[in-house]
């Protein structure tokens, strides 16, 4: 798999993740207690730390594009 690739996986788990994070029925079950307070931390854990290996991921992607302009 390219660089490019796992960057799109990554992003694409993201968004998928962020939707959960936003989602009315994850909140209510936050809110109301049905699960552990705490998972809504985990899950913004989750998103911080996918931002940053993507970040990482981005740097590499970036440095292979320019190569292969300059070839």
């Known amino acids: 798999m390219e660089p490019i ?3 799109k ?3 694409s788990c993201y968004v998928n ?3 959960i994070a936003q989602n009315k029925t994850w909140l209510l079950l936050i ?3 049905k699960i552990d307070p ?3 931390t985990h899950l ?6 996918l931002a940053e290996a993507m970040g990482c991921l981005e740097e590499v992607v970036e440095v292979k ?3 292969d302009i300059e070839v």
């Open 31 to 33: 809110a109301e207690k």
């Open 9 to 11: 996986q990554f992003n």
């Open 38 to 40: 705490e998972a809504a």
């Open 44 to 49: 913004g854990d989750v998103l911080h730390y």
């Open 65 to 67: 594009f320019n190569q």
């Open 17 to 19: 993740i962020q939707a």
């Open 5 to 7: 690739e796992i960057l």
